[in-house]
């Protein structure tokens, strides 16, 4: 994912600097913005691909409960064997965003702290309350 | 170069009018989906933005192909960045590291004693759950006598989409649930 993200980020950057550097801002800086924003529609659905989506995953499962279709508790039943909370937070402390102190408490490093300020201040700024996850 | 440089900064304007628009229209009108209102509401602002570069950044002289071309770029562009930028507002609304990150600093931070106990009640069944109903809202299920069927759209072929796209990548290989990043 790094490397994703250091792939398609720098490369339209890479155009930008050439863009400032050669002052031919005409016509590359179209083509750098253009690039840049297909770079971003690449890096937002690639891991859609990579991943599972808990909602998509979902849709599949009911559709192979079609034509009748699925009970609320089959859904349920279809994820109960994934401990959700404990596995996350074991992801989060793995990714470096969070640590364990000695007393069981989760504290959130600095990289985690930031992701967290960032989503709890843009929630507010749009008068939203906390996402439901 | 006018042009660039208005989608480059296009993902701030759009930030200002969706605060906007939550906190006035959708103050009143609470919308059934969030998300799909939000996907209606970032077409018609790059609509909006590919008129205004016309308009205003399009030279009177330019031949009608020309204008064209040029509300293209700028339409295309802020399409673009909409997309990232409604991702990243899905990622507020629906993933679960980002939920527990916030729940985690709520509690350590602000003092909310409810964050501890939600985050201690984030349970399988509640993610699913609170799943279902917002994929209800989004139009992706329906009930139909006590049953969930799926109902043809953007996300049941989207979800078709990357199951069958999934082993161009990784061939057979199926990723884990904790494989999910930030998407989810």
Not at chain 2, 154 to 176: I, K, S, W
Request: proline share 4%.
């Amino acid at each position: 994912m790094k490397l994703l993200f250091l792939m398609f980020f720098a490369l339209p950057l890479v155009f930008l600097g050439m863009t400032i550097v050669s002052f031919e801002w005409r016509w590359l800086l179209p083509s750098s913005v253009f690039l840049l924003s297909l770079c971003v529609v690449y890096i937002q659905s690639f891991p859609g691909f990579q991943a599972v989506s808990p909602s998509l995953e979902m849709v599949n499962a009911v559709k192979s409960y079609l034509p009748e279709g699925a009970s609320r508790q089959q859904l349920i039943d279809s994820v109960q064997n994934d401990n959700l909370l404990s596995a996350r937070l074991e992801d989060l402390e793995r990714d470096g965003l969070t640590q364990r102190q000695a007393n069981g408490e989760i504290k959130l490093n600095s990289s985690g702290l930031f992701l967290a300020r960032v989503f709890f201040w843009y929630r507010r700024a749009l008068g939203l309350p906390r996402g439901d996850g | 170069m006018a042009l660039a440089l208005f989608c480059l900064f296009s993902p701030g304007l759009t930030f200002l009018a969706h605060v906007f628009v939550e906190r006035s229209l959708f103050r009143w009108m609470r919308p059934r989906s969030r998300q799909n209102t939000l996907v209606k509401f970032l077409l018609i602002v790059s609509g909006i933005y590919g008129l205004l570069a016309v308009w205003l950044l399009t030279p009177k002289y330019f031949s009608p192909l020309e204008i064209f071309f040029n509300f293209s770029y700028t339409f295309i562009t802020t399409l673009g960045f909409g997309y990232a930028y409604f991702h990243f507002f899905n990622m507020s609304e629906t993933a679960r590291r980002i939920h527990i990150l916030v729940l985690i600093y709520e509690h350590t931070y602000l003092k909310n004693e409810t964050a501890k106990k939600e985050l201690v009640a984030y349970d399988a069944s509640k993610m699913v759950s609170i799943r279902i109903d917002r994929l209800v809202q989004m139009g992706a299920l329906e009930l139909k006598n006590d049953k969930y069927i799926t109902r043809a759209g953007g996300l049941a072929l989207m979800a078709t989409l990357f199951r069958l796209v999934r082993p161009l990548f990784y061939g057979n290989e199926q990723p884990r649930n904790d494989q999910v990043r930030y998407f989810s």
